[in-house]
């Protein structure tokens, strides 16, 4: 009778710690993902969210450019180079003039003669940035912290007249 108790609070115990290491280990994985890395994958969604019309690629390889080395521009070219066959990846400050047809640019400036530069430069592009400041300068489509998490915010006024 005793045996049978011990083995019975034994199982009882290893099964409460499994569960705890597995509370613990998901808890972990979930903070793995930080900030820069959710907005590298909100910008490569963004080219399949949007209703692009007639500017829709002919070879099913959507254009992100980049106006800026940062964190997640990095971490948007890791994704890209990820997905060869639905995307290319272009940094804009190298100069090339050449540089047509993005569909996203991901910028890191907030002045406003800078993003008006990037829209007469790229007038049938999304332009993503960072912060209610980009946004207010003439950004389309800007990041800001809501309640420690990391959200997209939309300017609806800024993305009048664009052909998506």
């Known amino acids: ?14 099964w409460l710690l499994l569960t705890i290491v597995m ?28 209703d692009w019309k007639d500017r829709q690629p002919q070879n099913g390889r959507y254009q992100f450019c980049v106006d800026g080395n940062s964190v997640v521009s990095r971490r948007l070219q890791d994704v890209v180079t990820q997905k060869p066959e639905q995307a290319n990846f272009r940094d804009i400050t190298q100069g090339d003039d050449n540089v047509l047809g993005c569909h996203i640019v991901y910028t890191t400036e907030s ?5 008006a530069a ?5 007038p049938d592009a999304l332009i993503v940035g960072e912060g209610e400041s980009f946004t207010a300068a003439g950004g389309m489509v ?10 997209p915010l939309v300017n609806l006024k800024n993305l009048l007249g664009t052909p998506f």
Do not use: P, Q
């Open 111 to 115: 002045a406003a003669a800078r993003i």
């Open 1 to 14: 009778m005793i045996d049978l108790a011990k083995r019975t609070f034994s199982r009882r115990i290893s």
């Open 118 to 122: 990037l829209r007469t430069r790229f």
């Open 142 to 151: 800007a990041f800001i912290k809501v309640n420690n998490r990391v959200k």
């Open 23 to 50: 509370m613990v280990s998901l808890g972990v994985r979930a903070s793995d993902f930080r900030d820069e890395d959710l907005k590298a994958v909100y910008i490569f969604r963004f080219a399949f969210l949007t």
